[in-house]
């Protein structure tokens, strides 16, 4: 199972809503293939690389457009997607929820 934590969520509306000003339906285009690219970690929890600055084995990341997506494998069957940042944006772990 793959559950976004509040924190990521918020952070998708906003990323939803920054785009939307220029075009809505890229803004629902970009939204949703989030969604449907965090779904196939049901199946490749491993797919996306180790996040870097955090040096951590469950805590990994996959890219979409300028995006990484920040999610934690919290075992075999449960995925938590942690946060979404634009690559340009420096990391640290405070922001993580």
Same mark, same amino acid.
């Given at each position: 199972?793959?559950?976004?934590?509040?924190?990521?969520?918020?952070?998708?509306?906003? /990323?939803?809503?920054?785009? !939307?000003?220029?075009?809505?339906?890229?803004? +629902? +285009?970009?939204?949703? &293939?989030?969604?449907?690219?965090?779904?196939?970690? &049901?199946?490749?929890?491993?797919?996306?690389?180790?996040?870097?600055?955090?040096?951590?084995?469950? /805590?990994?990341?996959?890219?979409?457009?300028?995006? +990484?997506?920040?999610?934690? /494998?919290?075992?075999?069957?449960?995925?938590?997607?942690? !946060?979404?940042?634009?690559?340009?944006?420096?990391?640290?772990? &405070?922001?993580?929820?």
């Amino acid at each position: 199972m793959v559950k976004w934590t509040n924190h990521a969520l918020t952070q998708l509306r906003h /990323i939803h809503d920054y785009i !939307a000003q220029d075009s809505p339906l890229y803004a +629902r +285009r970009v939204s949703d &293939e989030m969604v449907h690219k965090t779904a196939k970690l &049901e199946q490749l929890r491993y797919m996306g690389h180790k996040v870097v600055e955090l040096n951590d084995d469950l /805590i990994r990341e996959i890219a979409l457009y300028s995006y +990484r997506i920040i999610y934690e /494998i919290k075992t075999d069957d449960f995925i938590e997607i942690l !946060a979404v940042i634009h690559k340009r944006q420096d990391f640290t772990e &405070e922001d993580l929820p």
